[in-house]
C-alpha cells in the first residue's frame, strides 16, 4: 500500500517529466520559418541582415532621398530659362509682327544674371512702338546685371541652396542615428537570445542529473538499499527542476520571438529563428568589442545634426545681414541687327552698346532686422545645447566606460565560484554514490552549481550589454555592422 501511495504522484508526473527537448524542439519547428542561412547564428549575420532590411533603416533612408530632392528644387532657382514672346497686329492701320526670344542664366556666384536674346520683326508699327523695328535677320542682343553691394556674396538663392544641401547632411545623420539605435536594439535581442538559450541549456542540463539518478534510486529501494521516500524527495525535485526548464523554455522563445524583428528574410521579412541555431557557449556574447577613439563626440550623428543646423543658422544670418545693405547693381547690353536695312532705317545697322546702374537703400527695414535677430538667437541655443550634448556624451561614456570595467571583474569572480561549485559538486555525487552523502545535500550542490553557471552567464551578458552601449555611445560602425 505504501508503495502505491508512493508510485501516485510518480504517474502523475510522467507526463511533466516527458517533456523536455523534444515537445518544445517541436513547437519550436512549427512556429519558426526557414533561416535565411544554416548553422550557429551570429552577431555578424544579425546587424548585417537587421542594417540591410529593418524597416526604420529604410525608413531613414527615404527621408535622406526627399533631402536629395529639396535640394534638388532648390538647385532649379539657377536653371536657364528660355522664353518666346510673340504679337501681330490683326487689325487696324499698323500690321506689324514681331516675335523675340530670350535665354536668362542666372550666376551661381552673384545675385545677377545674363542673358541673350534674339527679335526679329516684319510689317509697320507706330512710332510709340518704333523700338520693335529689327533689320530684315534681326536682331541678336546679350547682356548682364551684376550685383555689387546686396546679393553680392549670397542671397536668397543661393541661401535656400545652403539650406538644402544641409538638410541633407541632417538627413543622413539622422539615418545614421537611427540606423545605431536599430543595431543598439537588434544587439539586445540577439544577446537575450544567446543568455535564454543558455540559461535553458543549465536547467535541462539539471534537470538530467535527476532524470539520471532517479533509475539508480528505484533499483537502490527495490533492493531494499534506500529508503522508499527517498524515490519521492528525487521526484519531488525532478518535478521542481522541470518547472525551472518550463520557464526558461517560455524565456528562450519570447527572446526568439523578438529577435525576429531584426532578423529577416531576403524579402525583409522577420523570421524565428530555429533553436538549432543557438551558440554552443557564451562566446558568441563577445562579438561587440567597441574601439578606443579620442574623438567619439564628433563621431555622434546627434551633435553632427546640430553642427549642421547651426551652419543652417549661419547660412540665414548672412542673408538677414545682406538684406539690410543697399542695392547697386550694374548692367550693360550689347545689341546688333543683321541682315538687309529694314523698315526701322539704317539707325538700326550700327553695333549698339548700354550701361546702366539701380542703387536703393533701405531706410527702416524692420523685416531683416527681425530676422537677423531671429537667426543669431538660433545660433545661440544651438551652440549652447550643442556644449551641453558633448558633455553629456563625454560623461556617458565615461560611465559605461566603468560599467564594463565592473562588469568584466563581476564576470572574473563568478568564473570563479562556478568553477569551486562545480567541483564541490562533483564530489559530493561521487559522495552520494559511494553512500557517504545524503540526497538533501547532493541536491543542494548541484543547484548551487547550476546557480554559479546562470550567474556566470548573466555576468558575461552584463559585459556584452556594456560594451554595446560603448560602441553605440561612440558611435562605432564597425563594431555595429554599419561599414559599407
Given at each position: 500500500?505504501?508503495?502505491?501511495?508512493?508510485?501516485?504522484?510518480?504517474?502523475?508526473?510522467?507526463?511533466?517529466?516527458?517533456?523536455?527537448?523534444?515537445?518544445?524542439?517541436?513547437?519550436?519547428?512549427?512556429?519558426?520559418?526557414?533561416?535565411?542561412?544554416?548553422?550557429?547564428?551570429?552577431?555578424?549575420?544579425?546587424?548585417?541582415?537587421?542594417?540591410?532590411?529593418?524597416?526604420?533603416?529604410?525608413?531613414?533612408?527615404?527621408?535622406?532621398?526627399?533631402?536629395?530632392?529639396?535640394?534638388?528644387?532648390?538647385?532649379?532657382?539657377?536653371?536657364?530659362?528660355?522664353?518666346?514672346d510673340g504679337r501681330s497686329r490683326a487689325l487696324g492701320?499698323?500690321?506689324?509682327?514681331?516675335?523675340?526670344?530670350?535665354?536668362?542664366?542666372?550666376?551661381?556666384?552673384?545675385?545677377?544674371?545674363?542673358?541673350?536674346?534674339?527679335?526679329?520683326?516684319?510689317?509697320?508699327?507706330?512710332?510709340?512702338?518704333?523700338?520693335?523695328?529689327?533689320?530684315?535677320?534681326?536682331?541678336?542682343?546679350?547682356?548682364?546685371?551684376?550685383?555689387?553691394?546686396?546679393?553680392?556674396?549670397?542671397?536668397?538663392?543661393?541661401?535656400?541652396?545652403?539650406?538644402?544641401?544641409?538638410?541633407?547632411?541632417?538627413?543622413?545623420?539622422?539615418?545614421?542615428?537611427?540606423?545605431?539605435?536599430?543595431?543598439?536594439?537588434?544587439?539586445?535581442?540577439?544577446?537575450?537570445?544567446?543568455?535564454?538559450?543558455?540559461?535553458?541549456?543549465?536547467?535541462?542540463?539539471?534537470?538530467?542529473?535527476?532524470?539520471?539518478?532517479?533509475?539508480?534510486?528505484?533499483?537502490?529501494?527495490?533492493?531494499?538499499?534506500?529508503?522508499?521516500?527517498?524515490?519521492?524527495?528525487?521526484?519531488?525535485?525532478?518535478?521542481?527542476?522541470?518547472?525551472?526548464?518550463?520557464?526558461?523554455?517560455?524565456?528562450?522563445?519570447?527572446?526568439?520571438?523578438?529577435?525576429?524583428?531584426?532578423?529577416?528574410?531576403?524579402?525583409?521579412?522577420?523570421?524565428?529563428?530555429?533553436?538549432?541555431?543557438?551558440?554552443?557557449?557564451?562566446?558568441?556574447?563577445?562579438?561587440?568589442?567597441?574601439?578606443?577613439?579620442?574623438?567619439?563626440?564628433?563621431?555622434?550623428?546627434?551633435?553632427?545634426?546640430?553642427?549642421?543646423?547651426?551652419?543652417?543658422?549661419?547660412?540665414?544670418?548672412?542673408?538677414?545681414?545682406?538684406?539690410?545693405?543697399?542695392?547697386?547693381?550694374?548692367?550693360?547690353?550689347?545689341?546688333?541687327d543683321v541682315g538687309d536695312e529694314g523698315l526701322g532705317?539704317?539707325?538700326?545697322?550700327?553695333?549698339?552698346?548700354?550701361?546702366?546702374?539701380?542703387?536703393?537703400?533701405?531706410?527702416?527695414?524692420?523685416?531683416?532686422?527681425?530676422?537677423?535677430?531671429?537667426?543669431?538667437?538660433?545660433?545661440?541655443?544651438?551652440?549652447?545645447?550643442?556644449?551641453?550634448?558633448?558633455?553629456?556624451?563625454?560623461?556617458?561614456?565615461?560611465?559605461?566606460?566603468?560599467?564594463?570595467?565592473?562588469?568584466?571583474?563581476?564576470?572574473?569572480?563568478?568564473?570563479?565560484?562556478?568553477?569551486?561549485?562545480?567541483?564541490?559538486?562533483?564530489?559530493?555525487?561521487?559522495?552520494?554514490?559511494?553512500?557517504?552523502?545524503?540526497?538533501?545535500?547532493?541536491?543542494?550542490?548541484?543547484?548551487?552549481?547550476?546557480?554559479?553557471?546562470?550567474?556566470?552567464?548573466?555576468?558575461?551578458?552584463?559585459?556584452?550589454?556594456?560594451?554595446?552601449?560603448?560602441?553605440?555611445?561612440?558611435?562605432?560602425?564597425?563594431?555595429?555592422?554599419?561599414?559599407?
Amino acid at each position: 500500500m505504501m508503495r502505491l501511495l508512493i508510485a501516485l504522484p510518480l504517474i502523475a508526473a510522467v507526463p511533466i517529466i516527458g517533456l523536455p527537448g523534444g515537445a518544445q524542439a517541436q513547437t519550436l519547428a512549427r512556429v519558426a520559418a526557414p533561416s535565411v542561412s544554416e548553422g550557429a547564428l551570429t552577431l555578424d549575420e544579425v546587424l548585417r541582415v537587421s542594417a540591410r532590411a529593418a524597416p526604420q533603416i529604410v525608413e531613414a533612408l527615404a527621408r535622406e532621398r526627399a533631402a536629395e530632392g529639396r535640394a534638388l528644387s532648390a538647385a532649379g532657382a539657377f536653371d536657364t530659362v528660355f522664353e518666346v514672346d510673340g504679337r501681330s497686329r490683326a487689325l487696324g492701320y499698323y500690321d506689324g509682327t514681331v516675335v523675340a526670344g530670350r535665354a536668362t542664366r542666372p550666376l551661381t556666384g552673384n545675385g545677377g544674371y545674363v542673358y541673350g536674346g534674339y527679335r526679329v520683326s516684319r510689317g509697320d508699327f507706330p512710332i510709340y512702338e518704333d523700338e520693335n523695328y529689327t533689320n530684315r535677320l534681326g536682331e541678336v542682343k546679350v547682356g548682364a546685371l551684376y550685383s555689387l553691394l546686396r546679393d553680392r556674396l549670397v542671397d536668397e538663392r543661393r541661401t535656400r541652396q545652403t539650406v538644402a544641401a544641409a538638410d541633407i547632411d541632417i538627413a543622413r545623420f539622422e539615418r545614421e542615428s537611427v540606423a545605431i539605435g536599430v543595431q543598439r536594439r537588434a544587439i539586445d535581442a540577439y544577446q537575450n537570445w544567446v543568455v535564454a538559450g543558455l540559461r535553458l541549456a543549465a536547467y535541462r542540463d539539471l534537470l538530467n542529473l535527476s532524470e539520471s539518478r532517479r533509475g539508480a534510486i528505484a533499483r537502490q529501494v527495490e533492493l531494499g538499499a534506500r529508503p522508499e521516500i527517498l524515490l519521492a524527495e528525487n521526484d519531488q525535485n525532478l518535478v521542481r527542476r522541470r518547472a525551472l526548464v518550463v520557464r526558461a523554455e517560455g524565456d528562450f522563445e519570447a527572446a526568439a520571438n523578438a529577435l525576429s524583428l531584426y532578423y529577416r528574410n531576403s524579402a525583409g521579412e522577420p523570421v524565428l529563428v530555429e533553436a538549432d541555431r543557438l551558440p554552443a557557449d557564451a562566446t558568441a556574447l563577445t562579438g561587440v568589442v567597441a574601439a578606443a577613439v579620442a574623438d567619439f563626440a564628433q563621431r555622434r550623428p546627434d551633435l553632427q545634426v546640430l553642427l549642421a543646423k547651426i551652419d543652417q543658422g549661419s547660412a540665414k544670418l548672412a542673408l538677414a545681414r545682406n538684406d539690410l545693405r543697399p542695392r547697386l547693381d550694374l548692367r550693360g547690353e550689347v545689341g546688333k541687327d543683321v541682315g538687309d536695312e529694314g523698315l526701322g532705317g539704317r539707325s538700326r545697322t550700327p553695333l549698339e552698346a548700354a550701361v546702366g546702374f539701380r542703387f536703393s537703400i533701405p531706410l527702416q527695414n524692420r523685416a531683416a532686422r527681425g530676422r537677423l535677430a531671429e537667426a543669431q538667437a538660433e545660433i545661440d541655443a544651438l551652440q549652447a545645447r550643442s556644449r551641453f550634448l558633448r558633455d553629456q556624451i563625454a560623461t556617458e561614456v565615461e560611465g559605461i566606460t566603468i560599467n564594463v570595467g565592473a562588469a568584466e571583474r563581476l564576470a572574473t569572480i563568478a568564473e570563479q565560484e562556478r568553477m569551486l561549485a562545480e567541483r564541490l559538486a562533483n564530489a559530493e555525487r561521487r559522495r552520494f554514490e559511494l553512500g557517504s552523502s545524503d540526497f538533501f545535500l547532493v541536491n543542494q550542490r548541484e543547484e548551487t552549481a547550476n546557480d554559479a553557471r546562470v550567474r556566470l552567464i548573466d555576468a558575461q551578458a552584463r559585459i556584452a550589454t556594456a560594451r554595446a552601449e560603448l560602441a553605440a555611445a561612440t558611435a562605432d560602425r564597425g563594431a555595429l555592422g554599419l561599414e559599407p
